[in-house]
């Protein structure tokens, strides 16, 4: 056979090198709309899982205003006990632990976590902080209960061994023990505080914050799921609107994360 029948014309290379941009381009095309329709699915996915979350929130609200109308007038009575206090004897005192009310569930030990708690926090001069009231000020209700497990100051977590669930207790902690010097709080850092605390148990709130805490972990998945397929499309949008801690707190939207009792 000629040798020249066996070289390609330069109709017949030009006719391979479209097939294979072609063939590239479809490629090309079949990945990125795989991606695509991964990202849009991962996205429809993450949105459900908001709508769950919010609507879990709402539903936890709503039985924090239940248990409001069991444990506000306890609470609420001991608002006379915030009074003015040495901050330097606190501060060299240790931690301090008044009882006002025993208890008569079962007794927290250390490390304990397995609680929520209604409190209320302040400063030497008398100052509420915070509390969990719907009003520092002038309260009518109790907002949803902070949980133990979210991560409290150490000096909360030594001032509240002993006490039994339902129990009250004034618990007066230096500020090394609160915040020491990594936030300022009532007018700078190493600040004293004090807490009237009155852990709760109950078993529907247990079981509302687990349900909270699972939606919270399936829609951090399916951000960063929906964050790798747009990174795979070079997009730089946010698809999310934002994913907070899923834990039941004291703060306003009840998402809680009271990260630490302020």
Known sequence: MDQKELKTTTKQ???????????LASTIATYILIVVSSSNSGEAKMSKLQEQYRAKQTEINEYGATLSNKYFNTMNKYRS????????????SGIKKTDLQEGDGRELTTGDLNYFAYYIGWCADETIFDATFNNKDNPTSLTVPIYAGQGLIEGWNEG????????V???????????????EICGGTNSPLKFIIMPVADEKLFTLNDELENIYGELVQAYYSSSAANRGTSSTTNTTSGVNSGTVGGSSDATATPSNAE
């Open 13 to 23: 290379r030009i006719v391979i090198a479209i097939i294979a941009v072609l063939l």
């Open 81 to 92: 006990e915030v009074k003015a206090y040495n901050a330097e004897s606190v501060n060299s």
């Open 160 to 167: 509240v061994v002993g006490m039994k669930i339902g129990g």
């Open 169 to 183: 207790r004034e618990v007066a902690i230096p500020g090394e023990l609160a915040y020491g010097d990594t936030k």
